[in-house]
């Protein structure tokens, strides 16, 4: 079974960036997914990627995230930018076993979880 783990979380001033990544001890040739979670709510998707490099973003990060994949690094990556305070959460990268094309941003369809790495923003 293929490890993820994410690094690159940290604590940065609003308007900040951040460079999250998640290396995976096999080979990542799946769907892919950035997901966070803030205390008390619930985890949401904020980027997918599928085997092919479509991809799909929620509202709120949209211009600001990219979500990018380096297959032959088995890594997967989250640039944040224009950072703000309402982006903090505990951040966790996924895959989707035999999933190729599609970006659905829904923890349901994901089975392969990171311990995740947490990102703060301060106003």
């Known amino acids: 079974q293929v490890l993820l783990v994410e690094s690159g979380g940290g604590s940065v001033q609003a308007g900040g960036s951040l460079r999250l990544s998640c290396a995976a001890s096999?080979?990542?040739?799946?769907?892919m997914g950035w997901f966070r979670q803030a205390p008390g709510k619930e985890r949401e998707g904020v980027a997918a990627?599928?085997?092919?490099?479509?991809?799909n973003y929620l509202d709120s990060v949209k211009d600001r995230f990219t979500i990018s994949r380096d297959n032959a690094r088995n890594t997967l990556y989250l640039q944040m930018n224009n950072l703000k305070p309402e982006d903090i959460a505990m951040y966790y990268c996924?895959?989707?076993?035999?999933?190729?094309?599609?970006?659905?941003?829904?923890?349901?369809?994901?089975?392969?979880w990171g311990q995740g790495t947490q990102v703060t923003v301060s106003s």
């Open positions: 996924a895959e989707r076993p035999r999933c190729y094309s599609d970006t659905s941003l829904s923890k349901a369809v994901f089975s392969l």
């Open positions: 096999g080979v990542i040739g799946y769907c």
């Open positions: 990627i599928s085997r092919y490099g479509n991809t």
